[in-house]
């Protein structure tokens, strides 16, 4: 059987007992990289035999597990941190074994998906996983467009080195989606920096190190810039809203400032939860504002 293993992703306290009694048992671990499992492993008292499995050797270890794995060996397959077959090598190994009827079981564990989309505090009713983004402005506006209007909350995985270019595409494209980046989740140095993007963007430390998740909530509308009836103020307006939409959303508002929320920040929250326009929710929680300093 081959057993898919979920392992930290940061914390080597973050592993299920039932993850390692697997480790213990199985004939063969295949691992993203032997160095980096061997630390998990040696925490644990764990003497399994590993076989590297990642990217570039992928298709030719499948040549070699397979025909052990049709012979009823037990089998587990780790990645360096979190479930593999998300963005991490074991997909093409469980779809060869579902092809060819050998057993498979995936144990319950760490991921880094997950945990910053609870984490980020954004609406998890819908959310879609897109990976890592596309490198380029034009390929990862592309690639972020392709959920609008799903109302979906979108999670990511980004580089360090990247992160800064990305939010500020992000930035000129949606400038009022809130988003959070979620660095070293579980780590010592997590953190969560919660805003829009050009607020993100000011307050990261720089440079940028660690993991990193970007969480990006969803979309109310087209994007900035499209085509269509400008915003209040500017030579539009804004449709006529749902009979209580605008009554529901002011309570809304006045409810998470008086939590502490900014008012650019429960603007935005309110936008998302209600579908109400972002400009036009801005414009009511700083009418709010001014009626509670009256």
Same mark, same amino acid.
């Given at each position: 059987?081959l057993y898919?293993?979920?392992t930290?992703i ?9 993850v390692?009694?697997?480790l213990? &048992? ?10 980096h499992? =061997?630390?998990l492993?040696?925490r ?6 590993l076989?590297s499995?990642?990217?570039?050797n992928?298709? &030719?270890r ?5 025909p052990?794995l049709r012979?009823?060996r037990?089998?587990a397959v780790v ?7 998300l ?7 469980? %779809?060869?074994c579902?092809?060819e009827g050998?057993?498979?079981t995936? #144990?319950?564990g760490?991921?880094?998906i ?9 609406s ?7 990976g890592?983004?596309?490198?380029g402005?034009?390929k990862?506006l592309e690639q972020?467009?392709?959920f609008?209007?799903t ?6 995985f980004?580089?360090p +080195?990247r992160?800064e270019?990305s939010?500020a ?6 400038p009022?989606?809130?988003?959070v980046?979620? =660095?070293?989740?579980?780590?010592i140095h997590?953190?969560a920096?919660?805003g829009?993007a050009?607020?993100?963007?000011e ?5 940028? %190190? ?10 109310g ?7 269509g009836p400008?915003?209040a103020g500017a030579?539009g ?11 529901r959303?002011r309570g809304a #508002? ?14 935005? #929250?309110?936008s ?7 400009? +036009?929710a801005?414009?009511l929680?700083v009418?709010?504002? +001014?009626?509670?300093e009256?």
């Amino acid at each position: 059987m081959l057993y898919v293993c979920p392992t930290p992703i940061g914390n080597l306290q973050d592993v299920t007992l039932r993850v390692l009694d697997t480790l213990k &048992q199985v004939e063969l671990i295949a691992c993203e990289d032997t160095r980096h499992t =061997r630390i998990l492993l040696a925490r644990y008292g764990i003497s399994t035999r590993l076989v590297s499995f990642h990217d570039y050797n992928e298709e &030719q270890r499948q040549g070699m597990l397979l025909p052990l794995l049709r012979d009823g060996r037990d089998i587990a397959v780790v990645s360096d941190a979190g479930m593999p077959g998300l963005s991490d090598p074991g997909f093409s190994l469980v %779809r060869a074994c579902a092809k060819e009827g050998i057993a498979v079981t995936v #144990l319950p564990g760490a991921s880094a998906i997950p945990t910053a989309l609870v984490l980020s505090g954004l609406s998890s009713d819908r959310f879609a996983f897109v990976g890592f983004l596309a490198r380029g402005k034009a390929k990862l506006l592309e690639q972020l467009a392709r959920f609008e209007g799903t109302g979906a909350t979108l999670v990511a995985f980004e580089s360090p +080195r990247r992160i800064e270019a990305s939010l500020a595409a992000i930035a000129e494209r949606w400038p009022e989606r809130p988003l959070v980046v979620c =660095r070293e989740l579980t780590k010592i140095h997590e953190e969560a920096i919660r805003g829009m993007a050009v607020e993100v963007l000011e307050r990261l430390a720089k440079p940028v %190190r660690g993991e990193i998740v970007l969480v990006m909530g969803a979309g109310g509308g087209a994007a900035a810039g499209a085509a269509g009836p400008g915003p209040a103020g500017a030579g539009g307006s804004f449709p006529p809203a749902p009979a209580g939409l605008e009554e529901r959303a002011r309570g809304a #508002l006045v409810e998470l400032r008086a939590l502490g929320v900014g008012t650019k920040r429960a603007a935005a #929250l309110v936008s998302q939860l209600t579908g109400l326009p972002a400009r +036009r929710a801005y414009e009511l929680a700083v009418s709010t504002d +001014r009626q509670a300093e009256k």
